[in-house]
């Protein structure tokens, strides 16, 4: 029998442990945390009773993959729940955008830009299913649909700024803005659309969904099947060399891409040492955790309903505050994401009192307080929000790294999207997995399709790990 150690249990790590046991090989997974799970942990950061998720809360590209289809996580305990609204841009004055699951709810909200909105997605949310087959992997390859593929690769080509030009309304474009600023990258920069395509067309096609009982229960569901398969975890062990490992037959880093080349050391081939020590982290993130009493109070009536709330204006701001931060500087009114998870899975809250996840995009390993900028930025939508707070816990991007290594910087999408590492992550190579050294292999999120807990990284890793233990 093959057997395998995995190095971190995020869910990359997992998946790829889940694939390995599933195909029969005996599999340990270490994690140098306390608990389970990397970016899909959730505890009580505030008060007593309030459910928060630490890192990863909403999960549109994790509900129908090939993973998913091939692990059955919902016999496991995973449950997705939906919000009303999947995500919500307010604007100044009570005015805002709204993107429903319909594509045709949320044209119509748009007034006159409902038809370019249509245009835009409602293609790719009919054919998103065969589109992420062709995008949930390493981008070079033969595509399954190279029509579908192509059409969904023009519009993410462009750099946001230009895709937002067949939008006129302030309502649309501000929409546009907030979903394509997950990609942390200046709006003029080529391919800085792709993201917010991609993104923006699974809200409708699979909504964003929170997992019930908070984003542990992903980790929590594999973990299950993973120990149904045979395989363990063992957490308190932080890996710093191959040597600490024996000699299994496959290795799984569930790492940075600096922190395989400490790992492996002297036995990395120096071309691919070289290619994992020159890539690039992005800017990163700082976090606040709130108890509100009441909910916050959004003058923009449809951002009451909805999961996500994009924070900081209009498509200029946002742009204006991406171009900042990628430049190193931290705005004075950053782009802020808004996590009321609560609304589609009320157990998380308690009495009331409702958990808030907020976070401002600020430069990479920035060591100020962006907790004022944050809060101004929502009270700015929210009057009345910051009478509301009775609890909050504050994560700075510095204090990201030390919660999870593999956020460099508090990086926490484990890697810009710069065009480059967009196509080819971490390294040029047609299997971008294996590092060269016999039976090891990185399949964290800085390997394709990237961040996002959708567990895919690992589940392709997994596969070229088999593909050439039997070949
Ligand atoms: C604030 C925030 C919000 C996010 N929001 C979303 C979202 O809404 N939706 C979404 O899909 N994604 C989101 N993400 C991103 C998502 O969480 C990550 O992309 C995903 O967790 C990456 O999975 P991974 O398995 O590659 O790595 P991780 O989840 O980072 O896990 C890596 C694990 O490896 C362990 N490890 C590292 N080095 C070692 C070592 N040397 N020895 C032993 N263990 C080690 C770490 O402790 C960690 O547990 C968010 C992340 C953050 C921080």
Redesign the pocket.
């Known amino acids: 029998m093959s057997d395998a150690v995995v ?9 790829a442990a889940l694939t390995l046991a599933a195909a029969g090989v005996q599999v340990r997974v ?4 306390d608990s ?6 959730s505890s009580e950061l505030t008060l007593p009773g309030l459910l928060h ?10 509900v129908d993959t090939p993973f998913s289809r091939r692990f059955d996580l919902g016999a496991h305990g995973l449950e997705w729940l939906w919000p009303q609204v999947q995500y919500s841009h307010p604007l100044d004055g009570g005015r805002g955008a709204a993107a429903w699951r319909s594509v045709a709810q949320t044209a119509d909200g748009l007034g006159a830009d409902g038809r370019a909105w249509q245009s835009v997605f409602g293609y790719l949310t009919d054919n998103f299913g065969d589109i992420t087959e062709d995008f949930l992997r390493p981008m070079v390859h033969v595509p399954a649909h190279p029509v579908k593929l192509a059409r969904f690769g023009v519009l993410s080509l462009a750099p946001a700024d230009l895709l937002a030009r067949r939008w006129s309304t302030p309502q649309a474009r501000a929409l546009f803005a907030g979903v394509a600023a997950h990609a942390l990258r200046p709006f003029t920069s080529p391919l800085s659309s792709a993201i917010g395509v991609a993104l923006g067309t699974a809200a409708h096609r699979y909504g ?1 969904p929170v997992a019930k009982g908070g ?1 542990q229960s992903i980790a929590a569901a594999m973990t299950a099947l993973l120990e149904a398969h045979g395989g363990k975890v063992e957490t308190g ?4 060399s191959l040597a600490e490992l024996g000699a299994p037959d496959i290795v799984m ?4 891409p600096r ?1 395989a080349v400490k ?1 492996v050391g002297d036995r990395l081939p120096g071309r691919i040492a070289r290619a994992l020590t020159r890539y690039r982290h992005g800017p990163g ?1 700082f ?1 606040v955790d709130f108890a509100v009493a009441g909910g916050v109070p959004w003058a923009h009536a449809e951002s009451r309903l909805a999961g ?1 709330v994009h924070v900081g204006g209009t498509h200029e701001e946002i742009a204006a505050a991406e171009a900042e931060v990628n430049r190193g500087r931290m705005p004075q009114r950053p782009y802020v ?1 808004v ?1 009321q998870q609560y609304l589609a899975d009320p157990d998380r809250a308690r009495d009331g009192v409702v958990p808030v ?1 907020a ?1 401002a995009h600020v430069p990479a390993g920035y060591t100020g307080d962006a907790s004022a900028a944050l809060e101004a930025q929502i009270e700015r939508f929210a009057p009345g929000f910051r009478d509301r707070i009775v609890g909050r816990y504050v ?1 700075s991007a510095v204090a ?1 790294e030390a ?5 460099v910087g508090g990086d ?3 890697g810009a999207n710069d065009p480059l590492q967009l196509i080819f992550r971490p390294r040029a190579a047609l299997d971008p997995y294996p590092l060269g050294v016999p039976g090891v292999y990185l ?4 390997t394709p399709p ?6 895919m ?2 589940y392709n890793a997994a596969k070229s790990a088999l593909g050439r233990l039997t070949a």
């Open positions: 190095v971190g249990s995020g869910p990359n790590g997992l998946a270490v994690e140098a945390a389970i799970g990397g970016g899909t942990r998720d630490e890192c990863s809360g909403f999960h549109p590209l994790a964003w984003s062990v932080r890996v710093e880093l569930d790492v940075a922190a790992i993130v976090k996500t994401l996590g996840y976070y994560r990201m919660h999870n290594p593999n956020y926490v999408v484990t399949c964290s999120a800085a990237g961040a996002g807990a959708h567990g990284s690992g």
